[in-house]
């Protein structure tokens, strides 16, 4: 069951504040009851599975359960609506059927995902904005509230939405030479509470706030040294056993306590969200429809491509 789906929003807002807060607590707790069922079954056994979206692949590792997402939108997985909606739909199915956690990773040789697909955001309508932004919010939301053991196994560059998916995962493994960060503000865009909620659970306020005003894009290294990324692995595969080990260390933790306390520290920026998604949306269609906005993407693309040619 997709979290977003769930959602009363549209009733919320027609509610006065108390009613509103309640029936967020209400839809917290529908949350942890139905993540809860899902814990409970996931007691059986193990299943060997491969199966295929049109731009997301799920491989369950039969010996030890874990499931491999990987992104495959040559040629720098950026994220339009349809693998916005591919990556749900593989989450969704991972969380069904029994996985021991999952891995989100790219088919891509050198990037994890370049973010919004740009094409997406320019020269468009106002129903197509809505759209993108809106599958944006539940890709993140089905990633970030999941209960299952979350790791990004990041094989090249994570800017802006690339950065937002792997910090929605519980743990991250990079390889060298690469560049995670948000970078909106150098596009002169500012990112939502809710798209900077993984970066902010993972760095100390400080750092966060100097890297989000600048822009700045990480090193791998850089990362590292700061705690963006818990581990450097100097290969796909060798990212991929260490985020198999984190997802390992659970084994002997109860799935159920383990992925309750997870939502626990998750709930606060997850209620959050939920009392701001169909706000953020307008705020997102008016900022991607203005004039200069779209200049500006117009002559980052044709920077984009310049580069590619060189
Ligand atoms: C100026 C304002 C723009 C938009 C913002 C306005 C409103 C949006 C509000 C908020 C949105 C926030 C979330 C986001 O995710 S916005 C997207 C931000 N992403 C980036 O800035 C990344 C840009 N890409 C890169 O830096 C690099 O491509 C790279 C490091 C990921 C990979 O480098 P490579 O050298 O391996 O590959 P390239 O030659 O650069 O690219 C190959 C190919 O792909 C096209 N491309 C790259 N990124 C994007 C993208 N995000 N969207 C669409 N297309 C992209 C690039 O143009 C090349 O195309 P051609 O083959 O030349 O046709």
Redesign the pocket.
Known sequence: MKLSSRIPFRLALKQTPEQRSSSIDTYQRTMLHSNLLRLVARGGPKRLMSTATKLTTVEVNDKTGIATLTMNRP??N??NVQLLEDLQKSITEIENNKSRGLILTSAMS??FS??????E?YNTNEERLRIVWTE?QNAWIALYGSSLPTAAAING?A????C?LATACEYRVMVPNC?IGL??TQ???I?PKW?MSGFLNVLPKRVAERALTQGRMFTTQEAFEVGLVDEIANSKEEALEKCSAFIGSFAKVNSLARGLTKLQFRAENIKEFEKIREKDVAN?IA??SRPE?QK??G???EN??K???K
């Open positions: 040629p720098v950026s994220q050198n990037v370049a973010g919004l697909d740009i094409h955001m944006l560059h800017p802006a939405g690339g937002l560049r970078n909106e596009l002169g865009i990112a798209l997102f900022l991607a906005i500006d993407m002559i980052y693309l984009l491509k580069k590619g040619k």
